[in-house]
């Protein structure tokens, strides 16, 4: 079956770094596309960033210039470098893939700290 695994989050300071790492399984990962989405508290789930099967990139326009997707096929593996990081960037971080339906992992919680 389709397993999504989120790693990588924790609590940094405001203008800190994080990356988080999305291992996949029971899925052919280089024909997928991948994305991030980020759920704060008492607010929905929100798009972040997608990255194509070609390695195409898309973001949230909150995210552009700060967020940086990419991909490595052979680890089945999406990261998600986030740089410039602001408090309101604090959420639950999930990957996600949609074949036929849509694909969680368990998310990983990022605290920015002001």
């Known amino acids: 079956q389709v397993q999504l695994v989120e790693s990588g989050g924790g609590l940094v300071q405001a203008g800190g770094s994080l990356r988080l790492s999305c291992a996949a399984s029971?899925?052919?990962?280089?024909?997928?596309?991948m994305s991030w989405y980020r759920q704060a508290p008492g607010k929905q789930r929100e798009f972040v960033a997608v990255?194509?099967?070609?390695?195409?990139?898309n973001y949230a326009d909150s995210m552009k210039g700060r967020f940086t997707i990419s991909r490595d096929n052979a680890k089945s593996t999406v990261y998600l470098q986030m740089t410039s990081l602001k408090p309101e960037d604090t959420a639950v971080y999930y990957c996600?893939?949609?074949?036929?339906?849509?694909?969680w992992g368990q998310g990983t919680q990022v605290t920015v700290s002001s």
């Open positions: 996600n893939c949609r074949i036929n339906r849509d694909y």
């Open positions: 029971g899925i052919i990962f280089s024909r997928n596309a």
């Open positions: 990255i194509t099967s070609g390695g195409s990139a």
